[in-house]
């Protein structure tokens, strides 16, 4: 895995692993851990490498004044300067997307003598299986399989299309997008969420060939949660009698926290909307002008992973809405680690009608609506049935949530990838 934070789903599936009698060598490089370190296994079976980039053009830092990167980039600054508002600009952007796809993709991306370091390890004692984790992570392991004939598995957690605003923006991630398609059409299996995001993702990077698909939502583990809490209560000095409607996650304009904030002031006495997560200054400070009626609390500072079920438990009905500008975010039903925890905690959700969400609304779990306008009327609806909604919630999250529950399908299939019989 590299240049990607660590997701609590990739420890799960070393842990998961390790517990099946595998071995697992994790190798991570500028994969910050600040999130999910402390879910790492521990103990004989696995063993985490740490390597660091010298990379001038890691994420966050500038390509050397002589990469061929930056030579590109002027060639197309200048190009589209003299074209601009012509005909010859889309031309332009046209052969822009070509170079980006096809020279020299892979060139500075990869950490230097990564890949000849775990060749030899191989060389010590072959690998059963290689998995890379995102697309630099498969970028990684895909060198390797090519010198190691090693089978490959993508694990792929974020649906980046070539139509993501963040790939048609970045040329950084575009060249991650190259090597993506081309080392995800050698793979022997692959690894993802659920049918839908498969089957985009396969349409995306153009793997026409029989593909082995291993899905595994994002998960937690764990029993469900059902120790009560006052968590928001007492830490945001709320009544007790208050309904706690929560939004977990990003505060901004992108994850419509502004237009919440406008629908809250409308929300009956007694019903308070509670944003809990990272907030953009920008959005925070409108939040605070919008609230004229007093119907918003936020709670800003981020707690550790301990903590979250008891924040999450201390709630009433979860807020799960994600905008429609991409795949990444539509196709979210099974992907999202903000549902997984509001159904441990046993907490009714209310998101948006898209694919993959309807198995929520189908077993009771929660509302699927067409407008954010619809959300009170949707509150009032679980309110009124609130121990059923609650009782679903909890079956919900065993069923297509729960890592332990939910793993042995994907441990056979990575068996059978690796060649096992």
């Not at 990379?55 to 004044?65: I, L, N, V, W």
């Not at 077993?363 to 309110?383: F, H, K, N, T």
Request: hydrophobic share 40%.
């Amino acid at each position: 895995m590299a240049y990607w934070p660590l997701h609590s789903n990739v420890c799960y599936l070393a842990s998961g692993l390790a517990a099946a009698g595998w071995r697992i060598e994790l190798f991570l490089c500028e994969a910050s851990e600040r999130f999910s370190g402390d879910l790492l296994p521990a103990g004989p079976a696995v063993t985490v490498h740490r390597i660091r980039s010298d990379r001038e053009s890691a994420p966050g830092r500038k390509p050397g004044p002589f990469g061929a990167a930056e030579i590109l980039r002027k060639i197309r600054d200048k190009a589209e300067g003299r074209f601009r508002r012509t005909r010859f600009a889309t031309r332009v952007d046209d052969f822009w997307e070509r170079v980006c796809r096809r020279l020299w993709p892979a060139y500075g991306l990869l950490p230097k003598g990564a890949a000849a370091a775990i060749v030899q390890e191989a060389k010590r004692e072959p690998y059963f299986l290689l998995i890379g984790v995102e697309k630099g992570g498969l970028a990684w392991a895909g060198a390797v399989a090519a010198r190691t004939r090693t089978p490959l598995c993508y694990y792929s957690l974020e649906l980046y299309t070539w139509d993501h605003p963040w790939i048609k923006s970045s040329l950084w991630m575009q060249r991650f997008k190259v090597l993506e398609g081309r080392y995800h059409r050698r793979c022997a299996a692959t690894l993802i969420q659920d049918q839908p995001r498969g089957e985009a993702l396969l349409a995306d990077n153009g793997v026409r060939s029989p593909m082995r698909m291993a899905y595994l939502p994002i998960c937690l583990s764990g029993p469900p949660c059902q120790i009560p809490s006052r968590w928001l209560q007492d830490k945001l000095n709320l009544p007790a009698e208050e309904k706690l409607i929560l939004s977990y996650g990003e505060v901004s304009e992108r994850r419509l926290s502004l237009d919440l904030a406008r629908l809250a002031q409308s929300f009956p006495q007694g019903w308070r909307l509670v944003f809990h997560g990272f907030g953009e200054a920008e959005a925070v400070d409108r939040i605070r002008a919008i609230d004229g009626g007093n119907r918003i609390s936020l709670s800003l500072t981020l707690v550790p992973a301990q903590q979250r079920q008891e924040l999450v438990r201390s709630a009433h009905v979860g807020l799960a809405l994600y905008g429609r500008t991409n795949l990444n975010d539509t196709l979210t039903g099974m992907s999202s680690e903000k549902i997984a925890m509001y159904l441990q905690c046993g907490l009714p959700l209310i998101a948006f009608r898209y694919p993959s969400y309807e198995h929520i609304e189908a077993e009771g779990a929660g509302i699927l609506i067409d407008r954010p306008e619809e959300i009170p009327a949707a509150v009032g609806r679980i309110l009124g049935d609130y121990p059923a909604y609650v009782r679903n919630a909890f079956s919900c999250y065993r069923k297509h949530y729960c890592f332990e529950d939910n793993f042995g399908p994907v441990l056979a299939e990575l068996a059978a990838a690796g060649g096992a019989p």
